[in-house]
């Protein structure tokens, strides 16, 4: 065997002996990840089960889910009605999370229409912006999985802010929406809102007032705005579903 034929020999040996040792330690790395983020999150999940045990929400109804920008719209079913509207966002969630947690989230109240935020934390966790069309990939996913248990369920989604805390990777948050935006426009039932216009001011800077300190989270009149622009979105969405639903 040549010398060159050799170390290539040697080299895919030792690939072969390492690899599963590897393979193990990245999948034990993946789990404990995966356990690490179910411990953040099981408090506001047993709330919702509180929630629901008090009160047994309606099903068919509007599913607001994400991260914490909706998490922290607490006046969201006011705001929203005379719809009914249930908040189920939980507070640093990413897009991998919404999939993790969909048979929490989103089955047990099979909702006519679901309302999505989430993304933005992807955006901004790590050194490195994963590259946005990953992202959308897995908000594509969730799309395809509702369409899969409940085909006639519309999905609206909410477009990622551009927040003063992360200027340097507005440019990801642009193509993630971007893509967002494409796909509802290209996918039946879905429909893109876009909140980016209602948090600049007439020079297109961000408009600090409606910020607080951590210049991601906003003040109520923030949700005032939200509000002004998604409510008659739902609306129509609301009464198309109702509209299409068969009568007895």
């Known amino acids: 065997m040549k010398p060159a034929s050799l170390r290539l020999f040697y080299a895919a040996a030792v690939f072969a002996v390492l690899l599963p040792g590897w393979s193990l330690a990245a999948e034990k790395s993946a789990g404990e990840s995966a356990k690490a983020r179910w411990e953040r999150y099981e408090p506001e999940f047993k709330g919702f089960a509180e929630a629901d045990q008090k009160q047994a929400p309606v099903k068919g109804g509007i599913l607001f889910v994400g991260s914490s920008i909706f998490r922290k719209w607490t006046t969201v079913a006011e705001q929203m009605a005379p719809m009914p509207v249930l908040n189920r966002a939980f507070g640093g969630s990413r897009t991998g999370d919404q999939l993790a947690r969909f048979d929490q989230v989103v089955l047990p109240y099979a909702p006519k229409v679901i309302v999505y935020y989430c993304g933005s934390n992807d955006i901004k966790a790590g050194t490195v912006t994963e590259d946005p069309a990953a992202i959308f990939a897995r908000f594509r996913e969730f799309s395809e999985r509702v369409r899969r248990v409940q085909p006639a369920t519309r999905i609206i989604f909410v477009s990622s802010t551009r927040s003063p805390d992360r200027v340097e990777r507005w440019e990801h948050v642009d193509h ?47 949700y005032v705005e939200f509000t002004r622009i998604i409510k008659p979105v739902l609306e129509r969405v609301w009464s198309e579903v109702n509209d299409a639903s068969p009568r007895s």
């Open 176 to 222: 993630y929406n971007a893509l967002a935006r494409a796909y509802c426009a290209a996918t039946a039932g879905h429909t893109f809102v876009d909140v980016n216009p209602a948090l600049v001011d007439a020079n297109g800077h961000p408009r600090l007032d409606l910020y607080i300190a951590d210049k991601l989270h906003f003040h109520p009149p923030a």
